[in-house]
């Protein structure tokens, strides 16, 4: 048990679907990332929630739309995305968004746009 | 904008030897953290060390330290004893300790360890 579960592990999209990431934390954090770590590239930060509230788009396409529920739910939903949006998209969660506490993240959705 | 500067995209060591990952950084703030990642196979992001930047003394967690050097902006991280487990991307991280919500964590680009046994 991770303490962040990410599912599904793996994903093949056409360019037309619609489909849903979906990030549970049981760590009782208030804060929820996305991320996107694409080969040879620095992790991307994506969205950023805190207490439900989403506090930072990273300048990201409207073909990726997040949810956050509640401070323990985050989705992702893809619509007619990319091939170049191949990647894999980490999920995060920690205590606040201040004071350096520490990120734990899921194992990643491998998402594979063809 | 602040950055984060991994110089090797890889790194072998011996087991039982010593490496040092490098990791360099940009920021005019002066309160904030670094981090040392670890992404095994598995592919799940894991906290190896922490480090606060006011706090001059170097973070040691069992075989793994770091050598900070807040005013040549430098992290690096030496495993020492290393064992075939250590084989994994090695993320360097960086972030503001801010009063705000903006406390974002920021990657460098990762140096892949491989471990020879």
């Known amino acids: 048990e991770t303490g962040v579960t990410q599912t599904p592990r793996h994903l093949v999209m056409g360019m037309t679907n619609k489909k849903s990431l979906k990030c549970e934390q049981h760590?009782?954090?208030?804060?929820m990332y996305w991320y996107k770590q694409s080969a040879k590239k620095p992790l991307e930060l994506m969205f950023v929630?805190?207490?439900?509230?989403?506090?930072e788009n990273n300048s990201v396409p409207s073909r990726f739309s997040p949810e956050c529920p509640n401070s323990s739910h985050l989705f992702l939903h893809l619509h007619t995305l990319q091939p170049e949006d191949s990647a894999l998209y980490l999920c995060?969660?920690?205590?606040?968004?201040?004071?350096?506490?520490?990120?734990?993240f899921g194992q990643g959705t491998r998402l594979t746009v063809v | 904008a602040q950055t984060v500067t991994q110089s090797q995209p890889e790194m072998s060591v011996q087991e039982a030897e010593t490496v040092t990952l490098s990791c360099t950084y940009d920021?005019?703030?002066?309160?904030?953290?670094l981090f040392w990642y670890k992404q095994p196979p598995s592919r799940q992001m894991i906290l190896v060390i922490r480090?606060?930047?006011?706090?001059?003394q170097n973070a040691t967690e069992n075989r793994f330290s770091v050598n900070f050097q807040k005013a040549a902006k430098s992290f690096s991280l030496k495993i020492s004893d290393s064992q075939l487990g250590d084989a994994a991307m090695y993320f360097c991280?960086?972030?503001?300790?801010?009063?705000?919500?903006?406390?974002?964590?920021?990657f460098g680009k990762g140096t892949k360890l491989s471990v020879k046994p």
């Open positions: 995060a969660s920690s205590q606040d968004t201040d004071r350096g506490f520490e990120a734990f």
């Open positions: 760590l009782g954090h208030n804060a």
């Open positions: 929630y805190n207490f439900k509230e989403q506090t």
């Open positions: 920021t005019s703030e002066s309160d904030y953290y």
């Open positions: 480090q606060e930047a006011y706090k001059q």
């Open positions: 991280a960086y972030r503001r300790n801010y009063g705000g919500s903006q406390g974002n964590l920021i």
